[in-house]
């Protein structure tokens, strides 16, 4: 692609959806079935209303059936998928319509709450309308008035899927067709939090009123290595802590508990609900300033300014022996500013951690959040 966004100040290029490779696949696969003739480069009208040129790759035609497949182009984008090719397989049917499924490495649903029932193969909405209007368009074209059958296939799609949220979604075998406009757009937060309204769409079709919070990895290993908890249980959120908590009032959730590292979650103290360190980086000042509230000496908050990382910061409360004090002023804040992010409706608790520490603090409520947590899974 030859589209380009600014982020940042960079100059970044755009690129297009699995989506948009499974309905340019399907729409040359067509086209060679019902002309008998070879196609080099299809184009595609993007739900973005950007058109694509796209080379056909691995074309095999036959009298009944044609393959064929598109190479995926997320630009700039570190998309696990860039560089996969996207087959689809188009047969005449003797059944009316354009019937579309999923083949090789294409993974199936086996959770409610998706984008697609439980059972179907996991091609989104949007790419399944996508290909079934250029289908409907070539029929038209060549004036053809019988059924299709469209398969989609991602060789290598197993074991890209091991590396995306899939096997937590409950997606099973493979990789998604996804895509809502047709285009990615380089380094999308959008994506993110879509990714994290999904899962928690899932929880909540589930029949889950209460759900755990975490921002990554950390958070999970503490979720299984000492809360003694199913990693799976929780939903990593990343940095976007108070998109998630919106998320969660608009589903109507009736409780959060948030489990992460002190380095993360000492930022939302000072009211930031996205914790990227582009958005600014508070963390020894806010752990100084209660520090100094709860009657470490000068001398000592000079030094703990100086640290490199919370964990040294909590050395210097320990040996001042204000340890428990700090991070008890800590996690009310914490509380505090989640409660207001979340508003009234929304039962919300802390739990913080250090890697070196182990459990730092938590809220009152936090063992009664785990047990609904637990009895609504």
């Not at 960079?10 to 699995?18: D, E, F, I, S, V």
Request: hydrophobic share 40%.
């Amino acid at each position: 692609m030859d589209e380009f966004i600014t982020k940042d100040g960079k100059r970044l290029r755009m690129g297009y959806t699995t989506g948009s490779c499974a309905a340019a696949a399907a729409k040359a696969a067509a086209w060679m079935l019902l002309t008998g003739r070879r196609k080099e480069r299809i184009s595609l009208q993007t739900p973005k209303g950007i058109a694509l040129n796209l080379e056909v790759l691995d074309i095999v035609m036959g009298k009944d059936r044609v393959s064929c497949a598109i190479q995926k182009d997320s630009g700039d984008d570190p998309d696990i998928t860039k560089g996969t090719r996207i087959y689809a397989a188009v047969s005449l049917s003797n059944t009316s319509g354009i019937a579309i499924d999923g083949g090789k490495g294409i993974g199936t649903v086996t959770k409610r709450g998706l984008d697609q029932p439980v059972g179907s193969a996991a091609i989104n909405s949007v790419p399944r309308r996508m290909i079934r209007d250029n289908l409907e368009e070539v029929c038209r074209m060549c004036d053809y008035h019988g059924g299709l059958s469209v398969m989609i296939s991602a060789p290598e799609g197993e074991a890209l899927a091991q590396k995306t949220f899939n096997p937590r979604l409950g997606i099973v075998g493979g990789i998604s067709i996804l895509g809502t406009t047709g285009i990615v757009e380089p380094m999308s937060e959008k994506a993110l939090v879509d990714t994290i309204r999904v899962e928690l769409r899932q929880r909540k079709a589930s029949g889950a009123d209460y759900v755990l919070l975490t921002p990554g990895n950390y958070g999970t290993e503490f979720i299984r290595m000492d809360l003694k908890l199913e990693a799976a249980l929780a939903v990593q959120v990343s940095n976007f802590i108070g998109d998630a908590l919106d998320l969660c009032k608009e589903m109507e959730f009736k409780g959060v508990l948030l489990i992460g590292h002190i380095g993360k979650l000492v930022k939302i103290c000072g009211g930031m609900m996205n914790t990227h360190s582009k958005y600014g980086d508070c963390r020894l000042e806010i752990m100084a300033a209660h520090a100094g509230a709860a009657g470490l000496r000068p001398g000592r908050v000079e030094e703990l300014l100086e640290c490199a990382t919370c964990d040294d910061a909590l050395r210097i409360l320990q040996e001042e022996n204000v340890y428990h004090a700090t991070l008890r002023r800590l996690v009310e804040r914490m509380a505090f500013q989640l409660r207001h992010r979340g508003g009234e409706a929304l039962e919300i608790g802390v739990v913080t951690f250090s890697r070196e520490y182990g459990l730092l603090g938590k809220t009152d409520n936090a063992d009664d959040l785990i047990r609904k947590v637990m009895e609504g899974k």
